[in-house]
């Protein structure tokens, strides 16, 4: 009988979905753009993409969301209007008929990089993407870092500043200076015109010394972060992922050196700064992992 389960990576802007076998292959990938309007539009979308699925004889089913998972199945995502407690899980479950496993993205993508990706084989692993916004999922000692009320890993409220700015209430400290947006909004003010961080990575690699500048500056934020995790957590590996992370050196020179400079020196010497192999596919393969495992459990018991 075939193994397999079904893995659904629900975003802010694009939901994708695919069959995932208990070796990590997978097949019938599709995805679609995340309804604006947000509310039962986005359950409507997942379960039209899992029709186009091959569902028989599939173990269970894991969904990620870019926000809270509580360990009922609901979900409180802010980038997805109207889901304050969506009740994900129980909706999954009873049009699908299936075990189903809601987990954050960030966890989800350090599963999925520990599975199969650049931290195969490690047990103390922090998988930290830096796109529009920030977050870390933590493994320690094989077990996923969940915190007390599963919010362990929001990153983007980290404090690397001694100044407090009015924008770090909406979005913590950290996001608001080495995050996508505040990226933007940095060159934007240095370049005396609106740009996006993509543009402003552009311009860096054209040689625009200002837009490097821009750059540099969100790489030693992110730098001081990446010491206090070394220093807190003594990972194994860090995995970088996420859009801007895909800026390469021109960020991660400056953040590398950060990191080297501040964390504490002997565990700075044993964690290895990488990038990640498996891009998009980290979440996918992740909540499959966690989908596999769920119902590998449920079997025993």
Not at 205 to 227: H, P, S, W
Request: glycine share 14%; hydrophobic share 45%; net charge positive.
């Amino acid at each position: 009988m075939p193994d397999f389960v079904l893995a659904i990576d629900l975003g802010g802007t694009n939901i994708r979905v695919a069959r995932v076998s208990s070796a990590g292959r997978m097949s019938y990938r599709f995805e679609a753009a995340t309804p604006p309007e947000g509310g039962a539009a986005v359950i409507d979308t997942i379960l039209k993409l899992l029709e186009r699925v091959p569902q028989e004889n599939a173990r269970a089913l894991g969904v990620d969301v870019p926000g809270l998972a509580y360990s009922n199945g609901d979900v409180w995502a802010p980038n997805i209007k109207g889901w304050k407690r969506t009740p994900l899980g129980k909706r999954l479950t009873e049009e699908l008929g299936l075990p189903v496993v809601v987990g954050s993205d960030r966890n989800a993508f350090v599963v999925g990089e520990t599975w199969k990706g650049a931290a195969r084989g490690c047990s103390d692993v922090v998988f930290l993407a830096v796109g529009t916004g920030i977050g870390a999922g933590i493994l320690s000692g094989g077990h996923l870092l969940r915190g007390h009320g599963g919010l362990a890993g929001c990153m983007g409220w980290m404090a690397v500043r001694d100044k407090f700015l009015p924008q770090y209430s909406k979005s913590g400290c950290l996001e608001s200076h080495a995050a996508g947006i505040g990226i933007g909004i940095a060159a934007s003010r240095r370049l005396k015109r609106k740009v996006t961080a993509q543009d402003a990575y552009q311009l860096a690699i054209q040689g625009d010394k200002r837009a490097q500048e821009v750059l540099r500056e969100a790489g030693c934020y992110l730098g001081l972060a990446l010491a206090n995790l070394v220093s807190t957590l003594n990972p194994e590996i860090i995995v970088l992922g996420g859009g801007v992370a895909e800026a390469g050196e021109l960020l991660l020179k400056s953040a590398r050196e950060t990191m080297m400079l501040w964390a504490q020196p002997i565990a700075v010497k044993q964690t290895r700064l990488v990038r990640s192999r498996l891009g998009g596919a980290a979440s996918l393969l992740g909540m499959a992992k966690m989908a596999l495992d769920h119902s590998a459990i449920s079997r025993l018991g």
